[in-house]
């Protein structure tokens, strides 16, 4: 009758995991207790996610094997070692005492199946029930994940979902069978801000609800702050730190921890600053840090100067042929009449969410996509009314930085190649020593050597291989680069190295930017004027500062309000947030309100409703 | 989904006059039925060749010939035969049954094999089993149909006395025929449900479905396979057009009393009616399985039905 404590749900010991030659998880121990959350972070190839998939054994089916350790789960049966028990065994755990939802809610349900049936499979499975009873109780299920009109969905097939709706017949998935463990594997990492926010709150309501214990994996720290009671860092498949999640945000232990904190843009950690600033970053070399670059504010923009760019009016929209002999009945409302000027040395941010039409704006510009009216202005010029010397030339000027640079680069060429291709292609240098000697400044220029000019884009990181982007972008000597989701891809301290070298280009050749991007913290750090966009017209404009310190429009409050902060510390009772991101795709004749603007203060516009 | 059936349907008929037209004219090209009606008849006068011309309807404008077989396809009447003057209706309704079935036997027998040893190697990829299966399947691809049906031939019937070895007599007389198209057809199948199943079981939703806890066999044959079936009811369909063309040969061997069979006879005496209408059934019969493929298509993937 002594106070022991109670042993942990989950017990991880020394747990090592192999694919063939090669450990990808080494010596990690862990352990979870009943009721409480913890998270594993950390970036990519740090070997959480293989860390999950083998608690479930899943990691068998890609070739696992567990060289060292045990994991102690105290299941109905009593303590068992999961790395031993047989598949048998896990199937019977697997869905009833743990469960597991994963990062892509587009594709994690399948898609010839109704959304029923799907739930409804768990419970006949593993609680015996008839199709009739599991059915009722798939209905209460996705009651209790807060999605409207439950009934119908049953019928309905994952198509038909948005993703934040996938997401939550998920967790409704996972929660059937009132399992002990859930294992979250970035489980909002591809969905909306705000939408992230719906989710992360019901998984916290669920827990406290249910009493079950969760592990989430996440490479964002805001939704660590946010989520966990206990961390686990995890750096190149080992854990380099524990703790509580105020110790590891108040006193990080490891370098590796540091740096990585470090490098998370926090929103609001500009507040007070008229510009957007490069401060110096502390990078991993090897196993110590190391602090690079110094302080400078990025006071670049030329408001006296003509603009680079001048948006008018801009409408987008695409026709969607649904009739029988290909008559268009619906439209894709992209861009709704977008105004915005770029000026020299000025960074210009585009944000808001799925379906804003960010994308479409910077695609338009570059000509990729052809208007519906309005008018693009390039240096004075009209775009649409140019000729085939001066769209050259425009090509030159204007170039794009893509999300995915391993997509965005021709994996058969050198990228010593790729780089060239534009001086090349629009003459600029002539002679393949003088191109050469270019190509090499310019990997230096964006902090790699002339050495990996001859090789392959898989030989490169993701960072590098978006640093070979730059080069490329940088080679045809550009006034305007557009970066659309040029960072989303990237770890947070790659991310962050290349947020700077952006800044430092942008200083050193008065580069303007428009940066198209759905993280907040990463727009307030780095641009000078920001427009927010909702379902394809700016709803809000102004300085950085206005857009972050002085937020006037609901939509722009809302979406400020739904990032996650890196600080545990803050209050996490946050209001629950309601609604889907309404659809840009109406009917014919249909047409979307155009809002009004107001000058609320000088250079900040709101849009009032129409 | 019905304007989508409309439109294959208005497609159908294009096909169905194009297909119609090439076959009437080339067959008219390849020689004159009244002399090889009359080959090895002694004396026939160029007189006696114009009165069978007048007689078979053969004297009149190309086109005049075609609408009247055209017309005829919507009375179900084809016609006689130039030989022995049979209305083609009825040697049709002999044959079409004896292929049709031949043909689905066929199918069923490569659908039965196919898919199980597909999923097997997509699922044991790269270890033995998996090399073993496509090692066989490339030796079933390599041999011929007529070598493979002879060679089944001499065995179990000749040696083993088991089965049959020609003539459509009861279910054994089907097995030898509807096995050597079944493996022709497997061996590509076999690659093609590999290739599916892989690519299908790469995806989320299978990781999920076995979270989930559920056995192996309910991933592979429910979660997946349903999956797959798009790529694979597709080229299925695609197939049954070749199955016809060598279900000529393998009638030939096993002296099936189908279309094959009738066509070829067709073809030695340039019995334009019996030809035209086999060939007009025949891509009358592909088209109709591409318009079901394309009905199965929404059965089976919600995504397509509800567009």
């Known amino acids: 009758m002594t106070g022991e404590p109670s042993p942990p749900l989950l017990a991880v010991d020394n747990l090592s995991v192999a694919f063939g030659p090669s450990r990808v998880v080494e010596n990690l121990s862990f352990s979870v207790q009943a009721g409480r959350t913890l998270a594993i972070v950390g970036e990519s190839g740090s070997g959480k996610s293989v860390t999950s998939l083998s608690v479930m054994r899943l990691a068998d089916m890609m070739g696992g094997q567990f060289p060292t350790g045990q994991v102690l789960f105290e299941s109905r049966q009593g303590r068992i070692d999961l790395t031993t028990a047989t598949q048998k065994t896990m199937r019977g755990i697997r869905g009833k005492e743990i469960a597991m939802i994963f990062q892509e809610p587009m594709t994690s349900l399948n898609p010839v199946f109704t959304i029923g049936d799907q739930i409804a499979e768990v419970l006949i499975l593993h609680e015996g029930m008839s199709k009739q009873a599991a059915l009722a109780e798939a209905k209460r299920l996705l009651d209790m994940v807060r999605l409207p009109d439950a009934a119908n969905l049953l019928a309905r097939y994952p198509h038909q979902l948005s993703g934040g709706m996938r997401q939550r017949v998920m967790i409704a998935m996972a929660l059937a069978c009132r399992p002990k463990l859930l294992i979250a594997d970035e489980p909002t990492t591809a969905l909306d801000v705000t939408i992230q926010a719906q989710i992360l709150t019901i998984i916290r309501e669920l827990q406290t609800e249910l009493g079950m214990a969760v592990i989430f994996i996440t490479h964002d720290m805001g939704v660590v702050a946010e989520m ?383 | 989904m019905a304007g989508f059936l409309i439109k294959r349907f208005l497609q159908a008929i294009f096909v169905v006059i194009v297909v119609t037209l090439i076959v009437a004219f080339a067959i008219r090209l390849t020689g004159d039925p009244a002399l090889m009606l009359t080959q090895g008849a002694g004396s026939v006068t160029e007189a006696d060749l114009v009165r069978i011309r007048e007689a078979l309807g053969l004297n009149q404008p190309f086109l005049v010939q075609y609408f009247g077989f055209i017309k005829g396809l919507f009375t179900l009447d084809f016609g006689r035969s130039f030989l022995g003057g049979t209305k083609v209706s009825t040697l049709l309704a002999a044959a079409l049954p004896a292929t049709l079935l031949l043909a689905f036997s066929s199918l069923i027998v490569s659908i039965a094999i196919s898919i199980p040893l597909g999923i097997k190697a997509a699922t044991a990829r790269g270890k033995w089993a998996d090399q073993a299966i496509r090692i066989l399947s490339l030796v079933g691809l390599s041999f011929p149909n007529f070598w493979l049906a002879l060679m089944l031939v001499l065995l179990f019937a000749i040696t083993l006395k088991w089965l049959p070895p020609s003539g459509m007599n009861g279910f054994e007389s089907f097995i030898m025929p509807a096995v050597t198209m079944g493996i022709i057809l497997t061996a590509t199948n076999v690659r093609l449900v590999r290739t599916a199943m892989l690519e299908t079981l790469n995806s989320q939703y299978i990781m999920v479905a076995r979270a989930k806890g559920l056995s192996e066999n309910v991933v592979l044959y429910k979660h997946a396979l349903r999956n797959c079936a798009i790529p694979l009811i597709t080229y299925f369909g695609l197939q049954f057009g070749g199955l016809l063309g060598g279900i000529v040969v393998v009638e030939r061997v096993f002296n099936w009393p189908g279309l094959g069979t009738l066509a070829f006879d067709a073809v030695g005496a340039r019995d334009y009616p019996v030809l035209q209408a086999v060939i007009t059934v025949l891509s009358l019969m592909i088209i109709g399985v591409n318009l079901l493929v394309d009905i199965a298509y929404g059965l089976v993937d919600p995504r397509i039905r509800t567009e």
């Open chain 1, 228 to 610: 966990a009671d206990d961390v686990v860092v995890m750096w190149k498949g080992r854990k380099v730190e524990e703790g509580t999640v105020a110790d590891i945000f108040a006193r990080p232990q490891h370098p590796y921890t540091q740096t990585l904190l470090a490098a998370v843009p926090k929103l609001g950690s500009m507040t007070g600053e008229a510009f957007p600033k490069r401060l110096p970053l502390t990078v991993m070399d090897g196993d110590t840090p190391r602090l690079v670059g110094g302080e400078h504010v990025q006071d670049t923009a030329r408001y006296g100067l003509p603009p680079v760019l001048s948006v008018r009016d801009l409408v987008t929209r695409f026709n969607i042929k649904k009739g029988i002999f290909g008559g268009v009945t619906h439209r894709v409302h992209a861009v709704e009449k977008v105004s915005f000027d770029i000026h020299p040395g000025e960074t210009l941010a585009l944000v808001g969410e799925s379906g804003s039409g960010k994308s479409t704006i910077g695609r338009t510009i570059q000509q990729l996509q052809k208007e519906t009216s309005g008018t693009i202005l390039f240096g004075g010029r009209p775009v649409s009314s140019m000729n085939g010397t001066e769209r050259q030339k425009l090509r030159q000027e204007i170039q794009y930085i893509f999300q995915d640079p391993f997509a965005s680069l021709d994996p058969r060429k050198t990228v010593g190649f790729s780089i060239a291709e534009p001086i090349r292609t629009h003459a600029l240098i002539d002679g393949s020593k003088p191109i050469q000697k270019r190509v090499d400044e310019l990997l230096e220029r964006v902090g790699l050597t002339s050495a990996h000019a001859s090789r392959y884009p898989h030989e490169f990181s993701g960072g590098q291989r978006q640093r070979v982007c730059i080069a490329r972008a940088l080679a045809s000597n550009p006034k305007l680069i557009i970066a659309d989701e040029a960072l989303s891809a990237l770890d947070v301290s790659i991310q962050a190295q290349i947020l700077n070298l952006f800044m430092e280009l942008q200083e050193q050749q008065g580069l303007s930017y428009l940066f198209i991007s759905h993280d907040m913290a990463v727009v307030e750090k780095m641009s000078h004027r920001v427009a927010v966009l909702y379902l394809g017209q700016v709803v809000e404009i102004g300085t950085r500062q206005q857009i972050f310190e002085t937020p006037a429009h609901p939509y722009t409050q809302r979406l400020l309000s739904a990032v996650p902060v890196a600080d545990p510390a803050r209050a996490r009772n946050r209001a629950m947030l309601e609604g889907e991101i309404p659809s840009p795709i109406r009917r014919v004749g249909d047409e979307p309100a155009i809002f009004k603007r107001t000058e609320i203060a000088p250079g900040h516009f709101v849009a009032s409703a129409a």
